[in-house]
């Protein structure tokens, strides 16, 4: 579940990128998108608890408040993007 929440996680910053950049607008694919990405980082968290995936959740979480186009968006992305890498590389790093 854990590599599953990063990597759609992943695949939405892609989406993210692509649509300022080329200026496509995913409009409601692009929060259907993100309401899967938010599932599956609070199971992910649920099932393996770690710090980095209350991050993570908790950027999601601040997303509805921040908009397009704004620093904000941007930074949250990366946030949650952070706490996902961190917890990969702590929980799948041998020991």
Not at 59 to 65: D, T
Not at 71 to 78: E, I, M, R
């Amino acid at each position: 579940m854990l590599v599953f929440a990063a990597l759609l996680y992943l695949f939405n910053c892609v989406v993210g990128v692509v649509a300022q950049v080329g200026g496509v607008g995913f409009g409601r694919w692009h929060h259907a998108l993100y309401a899967l990405v938010f599932v599956a980082a609070v199971a992910a968290l649920l099932v393996n608890f770690h710090p980095g995936l209350c991050v993570t959740v908790a950027a999601l979480a601040m997303f509805p408040r921040a908009r397009p186009r704004t620093v904000w968006h941007p930074l949250l992305a990366v946030l949650g993007l952070l706490g996902h890498v961190v917890t990969l590389v702590t929980l799948l790093s041998p020991a």
